[in-house]
């Protein structure tokens, strides 16, 4: 593993595990997450998605990855023997993810919900990679879509989640916050020693680009407990557990894209 930064070791330096002992007794395993029930309130923050601006394509990830192999434009990808070529490839991504760049606009999950009838979230499910099965081909995105990334929220939201977070803090940016990361973001080398660190609210911008994982955090809380967020491993949404007006701010901004999920409170 290479050195780690000066300014993540200063800022966020490491804490012992036992800083999860509550959330692990609250919410149980954290091998993914600890995912909080409402503390009082709760919402889910949605994970972007984008559409290329000359809108969707008929033609899916799947078979523009089979037509590269054909031609011999890509090389079958093998791990262990199993190659790989032989599943879907869907089209979606894991960790970390922004704005795709010039040509491409945010879908908002409302937007694609209006448009395939699908429910924005199925009845009994949580934001993923079963939401939506109208918008796929087989189980594979179109090539003008890049849909949401698992286990990580994206650049745009998380900057502007935690714009909102220090609004709604005890003491703003000077807020003490801790943050977990589960192992599976960390190469699923060590699941003793929970990886957690500590800092300021407003110096959250350097866990995204932080140089041990390509996740943002898994948890990130308020030292007094007054709010908790996870992004669970496996899913396309942040769950932020914290006060009514909060869980209301994020339900009305302009640029988080936010749902109450009742069976997921």
């Known amino acids: 593993m290479s050195e780690e930064p000066k300014p993540m070791s200063s800022l966020w330096p490491l804490v012992p595990s036992r800083a999860t002992t509550w959330l692990l007794e609250l919410c149980g395993d954290g091998l993914t997450g600890f995912m909080p029930p409402a503390m009082p309130d709760a919402v889910w923050v949605l994970n972007a998605m984008y559409e290329h601006e000359q809108g969707p394509v008929d033609v899916s990830y799947h078979e523009h990855s089979q037509a590269c192999l054909a031609d011999g434009s890509a090389q079958p990808h093998v791990v262990e023997g199993v190659d790989l070529a032989v599943s879907i490839t869907t089209g979606g991504g894991l960790g970390r993810a922004r704005h795709p760049g010039p040509g491409w606009r945010r879908l908002l999950w409302t ?4 448009r395939t009838g699908d429910l924005i979230v199925p009845d009994g499910l949580m934001p993923s990679y079963r939401c939506f099965p109208s918008a796929k081909k087989e189980g594979s995105w179109p090539l003008g879509a890049v849909p949401p990334t698992e286990g990580s929220l994206d650049r745009e939201t998380w900057n502007q989640l935690i714009a909102i977070l220090t609004q709604y803090s005890p003491a703003g940016p000077d807020t003490r916050c801790l943050a977990y990361y589960n192992p ?82």
């Open 111 to 114: 937007e694609l919900a209006r």
């Open 184 to 265: 599976l973001t960390l190469g699923a080398a060590d699941f003793d020693n929970l990886h957690v660190r500590a800092g300021r609210l407003g110096d959250a911008e350097i866990l995204y680009d932080q140089s041990e994982a390509d996740f943002s955090p898994s948890d990130l809380w308020a030292d007094d407990r007054s709010w908790v967020l996870c992004t669970d491993y496996d899913l396309w949404g942040t769950k932020i557990a914290g006060s009514p007006a909060l869980v209301n701010a994020l339900l009305n901004d302009s640029e988080i894209e936010a749902i109450r999920l009742p069976w997921a409170h």
